[in-house]
């Protein structure tokens, strides 16, 4: 789940809807994923945004066109926090990294 602001507390006073674009390439040219809404802010379904670098920017809307906001880069790690060696998958490698946790000096 992540959820994305529009940046304002208050809506746009023109904006008649918020689409928010989540794209993997910065140029919005691949991948790009459209999500509306009329709030400020909005929480992405579980699964929407793949892990990795992914890039977002909200597009106020009216019947006018669409005005666009900077775009952010954002960083999307894996939320399965016993995937301890980060990949993707939850074995005993797992269980392995966590007790060498214990056994090594990272943590006094
Ligand atoms: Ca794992």
């Known amino acids: 789940m992540a959820k994305f602001t529009t940046g304002r507390r208050?809506?746009?006073?023109?904006?008649?809807?918020y689409l928010?674009?989540?794209?993997?390439?910065?140029?919005?040219?691949?991948?790009?994923?459209d999500y509306v809404t009329a709030d400020t802010s909005i929480v992405l379904p579980?699964?929407?945004?793949?892990?990795?670098?992914?890039?977002?920017?909200?597009?106020?809307?009216n019947t006018n066109g669409d005005t666009a906001s900077n775009t952010i880069a954002i960083r999307v790690i894996n939320?399965?926090?016993?995937d301890f060696?980060?990949?993707?998958n939850k074995t005993t490698l797992d269980l392995i990294e966590f007790?060498?946790?214990?056994?090594?000096?990272?943590?006094q």
């Open 46 to 61: 579980n699964g929407s945004v793949n892990t990795g670098t992914r890039y977002v920017r909200v597009l106020a809307r």
């Open 20 to 33: 928010v674009q989540v794209s993997t390439t910065e140029d919005f040219s691949a991948d790009v994923r």
């Open 85 to 88: 060696n980060g990949d993707g």
């Open 79 to 82: 939320p399965c926090r016993i």
């Open 99 to 107: 007790i060498n946790g214990f056994r090594g000096s990272a943590c």
């Open 10 to 17: 208050t809506p746009a006073a023109e904006a008649d809807e």
